[in-house]
């Protein structure tokens, strides 16, 4: 292996077939040629010396490449059955380059309930340059349907979704869209490659805020296209010269790292989820819970067939603006805070914190409530985050 094209972007050298586990360690991740390191190194390099006019070893400058940002993106596309991916400085960055694949008069069908950064970014910045957006339920796949039009480009998708866990169906808006001439990208983000992997299930394309459960130690952000056509990476690849929103060469490393870990991180994740969601279920203080995993989810069903793991992101309902504060006020071991994925049990208040942008309206439409709490259950010991819970929750 270590006499392989050290220039692995595109070409793993380990066998296709390989198990997950194993394509999140080796693929992409071969020993670097020169020294035998076992791991990819950080090349902190802005350029690279030329033997002579146009003879180079394949590198002239990092915005356009970079040796551990190749390997990161070999190792992607491995994990999500991509034929390529490319990263980007984070999520946003990354749904902004899809988005940068349109051209004015360009319509996209999407989620009404994505995370609230794409919908910000969608209809402040993007309509400014003549893209248009409608929002449906994706849930029920005729309302995607009825939104096409004859410009329509895209549809974009979040299953589940944050923080109210809904379920869209991939394989057959994937069938739908593609009868119209239409691509399917799906924001893969709450169940990473490990437990769902929506291009097997006919999606054109797979993002992902990296920053979440991919990298998942909460200490770096980042974002990722996973593609299928040759024409895809490459208008990816030149946005990425283009616009400059690439990702840095240590924030690739940790990714690099983080995802060796990530089929282990995700069978515990999972478990302890199902802990939790089972716990929360059983509490006279919790009104509802949101949770694919259990049997009362309304898309339990689709759940089994989409996704070989529920996950650990879960929502609940606790009645009050006031008796969610009480709650949160008083958790030790779940920490109040955004973001999702991480090793650490993540609690966080979707009204005021994710959702504060979508508005009053725009929750009540969606059906976010004031009450509403949302944890990213950790790999912590469950007994523990449970015990935490239990103390918090006797506050209401
Ligand atoms: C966090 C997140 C994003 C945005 O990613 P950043 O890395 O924060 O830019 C996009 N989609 C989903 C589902 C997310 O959770």
């Not at 004015?104 to 910000?120: E, I, K």
């Not at 998708?157 to 394989?171: A, G, H, K, V």
């Not at 509802?288 to 609940?316: C, N, T």
Request: hydrophobic share 40%; net charge neutral.
């Amino acid at each position: 292996m270590a006499n392989g094209d050290w220039r692995t972007q595109e070409k793993s050298l380990i066998p296709k077939q390989s198990g997950f586990a194993t394509r999140a360690i080796h693929a992409g991740q071969e020993p670097e040629p020169a020294t035998g390191a076992v791991t990819v190194p950080i090349y902190a390099t802005s350029t690279y010396v030329q033997e002579e006019i146009g003879k180079h070893k394949g590198y002239e400058y990092s915005r356009v490449s970079n040796p551990t940002r190749d390997r990161l993106e070999t190792n992607l596309a491995a994990l999500e059955g991509g034929t390529a991916s490319r990263v980007f400085a984070s999520g946003m960055a990354a749904i902004n380059a899809i988005a940068s694949m349109l051209k004015a008069g360009d319509h996209v069908v999407a989620g009404h309930n994505l995370y609230g950064g794409t919908p910000r970014l969608f209809n402040q910045v993007l309509v400014n340059f003549g893209l248009t957006f409608t929002y449906v339920d994706t849930s029920d796949v005729d309302n995607v349907g009825r939104a096409f039009q004859k410009n329509t480009r895209l549809v974009f998708l979040e299953t589940p979704t944050n923080p109210l866990m809904q379920l869209s169906d991939i394989r057959a808006i994937s069938e739908l869209s593609h009868r119209h001439g239409v691509e399917v990208v799906v924001d893969n983000t709450f169940m990473s490659p490990y437990f769902q992997r929506p291009i097997e299930l006919g999606a054109d394309m797979v993002v992902h805020s990296t920053t979440k459960f991919l990298n998942g130690h909460s200490d770096g952000l980042g974002g990722v296209v996973a593609c299928t056509k040759p024409e895809q990476a490459e208008k990816l690849a030149f946005l990425q010269k283009a616009a400059g929103a690439i990702l840095s060469p240590f924030e690739c490393w940790l990714i690099l790292r983080g995802v060796k870990t990530l089929a282990v991180r995700m069978e515990q994740h999972d478990r302890s989820g199902r802990k939790v969601a089972d716990y929360l279920s059983k509490h006279k203080k919790v009104q509802k819970v949101f949770y694919p995993g259990l049997p009362d989810h309304p898309q339990h069903e689709l759940a089994k067939r989409q996704m070989s793991g529920f996950g650990s992101m879960i929502a609940f309902e606790t009645g009050s603006l006031a008796n969610a504060n009480k709650m949160l006020r008083k958790v030790h071991i779940c920490s109040l805070a955004e973001s999702l994925g991480g090793v650490e049990t993540l609690i966080s208040h979707p009204a005021t914190m994710t959702h504060a942008a979508v508005g009053e309206e725009g929750r009540r439409k969606i059906g976010i409530s004031d009450g509403m709490v949302r944890i990213s259950v950790g790999i912590e010991d469950v007994d523990d985050i449970l015990a935490d819970l239990d103390q918090a929750l006797a506050a209401i």
